[in-house]
């Protein structure tokens, strides 16, 4: 068994800390929270299952210095990588293998300025650990998916992936109304529109992608659009007033050869009827009623080859009929399920072109039970 801990059960902490006490190659022996409210509680008790013995503990100290092999490291980092950063680098150097989904671009870390990489890199040499960062985007649904479809390929003209979402019942309120700047006036400055935020975030899943089809980006473009809505609407985490900002996207457009060749498109809506114009998701599982009109948290992600044969690919996922719920489960599963992956391998920063096949070894079983909804709950992206 290896051993594992949870740092952080937020929007994602929280399925990730399910996944980790359900997996039957892994051991939970540590939880660090950060709030009073959680603290002291039992594992068990914060997913809604019975006691798992393991207390959560507002101090990191003890799975630092505890038997932990392995630290899942869930805590929300979009407004602070630095302090993210530095957690993990000592989870490191303590002799944990860490993986995590908060600071998006270490999904690709050698597209990454060294400001963010030097001190995990000399961390894992320094504990002889392995660092993964993963996610379904930035993760699975932009980077193994994608490139899975491309063995089918006999030649590839372009390759797009979006994702489309209502964050109309996404729980964590930093992140909507604050990063995202939905809900605010059309002036204010959104952290997620300030121009080369996205470039810094989600370039370098178009330069894993380039790398995982041996070839070398010249330039990436990025484009922001948001858009004001006409009509005042609520959604499952307050108010968005009309002639405020209601809808997002962002667009980065990798340049290959000259030509426009990979393109990463984030489509964020709050509400369904708001710009009809780009591109819709196609649901085939019914969302769940939240009692709000158009706040499905409806969403799906989108592969588009070009090429011989051309190709698209819908990926939808769902819990209990939550879109929303559904994608923040599989991507902090993702993480967990290659824990035994990071575990074995050599030490360093590790990407998914360096890891095998991550597959549910040991999961098809009948116990199934769902993940906690981890709504009121906050954390990292998806």
């Known amino acids: 068994m290896i051993k594992v801990a949870v740092w952080g059960p937020g929007s994602m902490g929280l399925p990730a800390l399910r996944a980790v006490i359900d997996h039957?190659?892994?051991?939970?022996?540590?939880?660090?929270?950060?709030?009073?409210?959680?603290?002291?509680?039992?594992?068990?008790?914060?997913?809604?299952?019975?006691?798992?013995?393991?207390?959560?503990?507002?101090?990191?100290?003890?799975?630092?210095?505890?038997?932990?092999?392995?630290?899942?490291?869930?805590?929300?980092?979009?407004?602070?990588?630095?302090?993210?950063?530095?957690?993990?680098?000592?989870?490191?150097?303590?002799?944990?293998?860490?993986?995590?989904?908060?600071?998006?671009?270490?999904?690709?870390?050698?597209?990454?300025?060294?400001?963010?990489?030097?001190?995990?890199?000399?961390?894992?040499?320094?504990g002889g650990t392995s660092f993964f960062n993963t996610g379904i985007d930035p993760g699975f649904a932009n980077d193994i998916l994608p490139l899975v479809l491309t063995g089918l390929s006999r030649s590839i003209e372009s390759i797009r992936v979006t994702e489309m979402f209502n964050y109309g019942t996404y729980p964590d309120v930093g992140a909507v109304y604050e990063i995202l700047g939905f809900g605010k006036p059309p002036e204010?400055?959104?952290?997620?529109?300030?121009?080369?935020?996205?470039?810094?975030?989600?370039?370098?899943?178009?330069?894993?992608?380039?790398?995982?089809?041996?070839?070398?980006?010249?330039?990436?473009?990025?484009?922001?659009?948001?858009?004001?809505?006409?009509?005042?609407?609520?959604?499952?985490?307050?108010?968005?007033?009309?002639?405020?900002?209601?809808?997002?996207?962002?667009?980065?457009?990798?340049?290959?050869?000259?030509?426009?060749?990979?393109v990463v498109d984030h489509v964020s809506r709050m509400h369904d009827d708001l710009a009809p114009h780009w591109p819709q998701p196609q649901i085939s599982i019914t969302p769940h009623d939240f009692g709000y009109p158009g706040i499905s948290g409806r969403g799906t992600y989108r592969v588009e080859i070009e090429g011989s044969p051309t190709m698209r690919c819908e990926l939808e996922?769902?819990?209990?009929?939550?879109?929303?719920?559904?994608?923040?489960?599989?991507?902090?599963?993702?993480?967990?399920?290659?824990?035994?992956a990071v575990h074995r391998a050599a030490p360093g920063l590790l990407s998914?072109?360096?890891?095998?096949?991550?597959?549910?070894?040991?999961?098809?079983?009948?116990?199934?039970?769902p993940s906690p909804d981890s709504r009121t709950c906050g954390g990292a992206t998806h």
Not at 51 to 58: E, K
Not at 89 to 110: E, M, N, Y
Request: include cysteine; charged fraction near 15%.
């Open 24 to 126: 039957p190659e892994l051991e939970l022996v540590g939880l660090v929270v950060h709030s009073e409210a959680k603290a002291g509680r039992d594992a068990g008790a914060l997913c809604g299952i019975p006691d798992t013995g393991v207390l959560a503990t507002r101090g990191a100290a003890t799975i630092l210095t505890g038997d932990a092999d392995v630290i899942v490291y869930s805590a929300a980092a979009n407004l602070r990588p630095a302090e993210a950063i530095a957690d993990m680098a000592a989870a490191l150097r303590a002799g944990k293998d860490v993986v995590s989904c908060s600071v998006v671009p270490l999904v690709f870390p050698a597209a990454v300025a060294g400001a963010l990489t030097d001190d995990l890199t000399a961390a894992c040499a320094a």
């Open 188 to 262: 204010y400055q959104a952290f997620a529109a300030t121009p080369g935020v996205f470039t810094f975030g989600w370039g370098p899943v178009l330069h894993q992608l380039a790398a995982g089809l041996g070839a070398e980006i010249d330039h990436i473009d990025e484009q922001v659009e948001r858009i004001a809505t006409e009509f005042a609407f609520d959604t499952l985490t307050g108010t968005v007033e009309a002639g405020t900002i209601a809808a997002m996207r962002s667009t980065l457009t990798a340049y290959i050869g000259g030509a426009p060749r990979l």
């Open 317 to 340: 996922m769902a819990e209990r009929h939550d879109h929303d719920l559904g994608a923040r489960v599989a991507g902090a599963t993702r993480m967990v399920n290659a824990i035994p």
């Open 352 to 369: 998914a072109l360096d890891l095998p096949l991550v597959t549910g070894v040991g999961l098809l079983r009948a116990d199934y039970g």
